[in-house]
């Protein structure tokens, strides 16, 4: 998920959500990239996101239902993170009849513009950096 957000990202606050085999989440603020694990936040009764958007979802609910809850999902993650962008990529995008609202359609290749924009990161005028995560003691 986080190549293919990163091949996506253009400014400000981006959330990158792929609906693939579960749900995979990446924030890029104002060029970080925090790779996240939203998929894993509880969702509904006994569930998380990731078991409702993603393809155990659609394969237990059918796809109107599916396509209902991943509404419900974006329109729930772009409330709690206020994001100026969200783009939808991933395998099971295309199942969607219309996207949900406020987002874009992001796209398979991406995922190769961000390999290639963490290669010029060695340059210091790169526009994007990786958070490195914090280790308490």
């Known amino acids: 998920a986080a190549m293919q957000a990163i091949g996506s ?5 981006m959330l990158f959500l792929g609906l693939g085999t579960g749900l995979g989440t990446t924030l890029i603020v104002e060029g970080v990239v ?6 894993h936040l509880p969702y509904k009764k006994n569930g998380t996101f990731e078991d409702y958007v993603g393809q155990r979802g659609l394969n237990r609910n059918g796809k109107k239902q599916w396509r209902d809850d991943v509404e419900d999902v974006v ?8 994001p100026s962008d969200v783009v939808l990529g991933g395998g099971n995008v295309k199942k969607l009849k219309e996207l949900p609202p406020n987002t874009r359609l ?8 961000g390999g290639f924009r ?11 950096c990786i ?7």
């Open 106 to 113: 992001g796209d398979n290749a991406n995922a190769f513009d």
């Open 34 to 39: 925090h790779p996240m694990e939203l998929g």
């Open 131 to 137: 958070a490195s995560p914090r280790v308490r003691a």
């Open 118 to 128: 963490l290669w010029d990161m060695q340059r210091s005028d790169s526009d994007i």
């Open 9 to 13: 990202y253009r400014l400000g606050r």
């Open 75 to 82: 329109a729930r993650l772009i409330a709690a993170l206020q």
